[in-house]
């Protein structure tokens, strides 16, 4: 049985692109990423799919409006950004071998590039008028989200790691790391025993800080547990046996309103621009002819 073809979606009679739709559905799976499990990522599998059609309609609604609204865009400008695509991609030579692009391509290229600029243009007009916020509106944020600004405790460790093997057994292992660290609590460096018996391939032995539940809970518990500047016993987790070296231990802090005061006003600003730049997309779509969308709702 053959598979139905999805018909595009046309805005105004443009189709929107699939390559606009998955990089709007990319960007969706990466904001979620952080706010749900894996598990409820594949349960709104398809409500995420949906959001990123809706959104990538309004960039296109938003696209045809810069064509109208802004003037065309200085060539010098296109063949710059176009320029600095390419050295991205490791300069000319580079950039023609990986994507062997002919001269169409390189014109659809630039064109993209070309609403790209007018795009932004189009943003700046529409957020000319709005307000920067001020203090007083960054410390109502601050004081209203107080949780979003907790440094969690937090320790500095480093470790020696064995890993038992059939050349190397465990009781080698734990023989071997017990002898280690008696050496380590007699005064031996630290570093030098680390990489001389450390299995660690990429010399990675010290983890800078970390906080709770960024670790396996074996290892965790006992890099919480043992005093700043003292050694652990050896213990085993999932990935072998070690030794820890405790060098700072730091609480549960809050960061202050003046530490966090500019990056929250950026972050209202940067929410009344997507506001401003939403409402016109909301505008914009009341009039549209928009086919083949098909909308899930929440």
């Known amino acids: 049985m053959s598979e139905i073809k999805k018909e595009p979606i046309l805005v105004n009679g443009e189709e929107v692109s699939e390559a606009l739709i998955q990089q709007e559905l990319q960007m969706l799976r990466e904001r979620y990423s952080s706010e749900m499990s894996h598990e409820e990522m594949d349960e709104k599998q398809a409500k995420i799919e949906s959001d990123a059609c809706e959104n990538a309609v309004e960039r296109v609604l938003l696209m045809q409006k ?123 460096d630290f570093d030098a025993l680390a990489k001389e018996y450390s299995h660690c391939d990429d010399g990675g032995y010290d983890l800078g800080f970390f906080a709770r539940g960024q670790m396996v809970q074996s290892f965790e518990e006992m890099a919480f547990a043992t005093p700043m500047g003292e050694y652990s016993d050896v213990f085993q987790s999932e990935f072998g046996y070690h030794i820890l070296k405790v060098f700072d231990h730091k609480p549960e802090t809050c960061r202050t309103f003046n530490e966090v005061r500019y990056d929250i006003e950026s972050m209202l600003f940067d929410a009344r621009k997507n506001d401003a730049i939403g409402a016109v997309a909301d505008e914009l779509r009341v009039s549209a002819d928009i086919q083949n969308l098909e909308v899930l709702e929440a």
Request: some cysteine; charged content about 40%; overall charge negative.
């Open 66 to 188: 810069a064509r109208e609204e802004i003037a065309a865009v200085r060539p010098e400008e296109i063949e710059a950004r176009f320029a600095a695509l390419k050295n991205q991609h490791g300069g000319d030579e580079e950039f023609a071998k990986r994507f062997e692009l002919n001269t169409e391509d390189e014109a659809k290229i630039k064109a993209d590039i070309e609403d790209g600029v007018r795009l932004e243009k189009y943003f700046d007009e529409i957020c000319k008028a709005v307000a920067r916020p001020g203090e007083a509106d960054s410390k109502t944020y601050y004081d209203e989200h107080r949780e979003e600004f907790i440094v969690p405790e937090r320790v500095h460790a480093a470790h020696i790691v064995q890993h038992p093997s059939p050349d190397c057994p465990m009781e080698k292992v734990y023989a071997d790391l017990l002898n280690v660290r008696e050496r380590l609590k007699s005064g031996e």
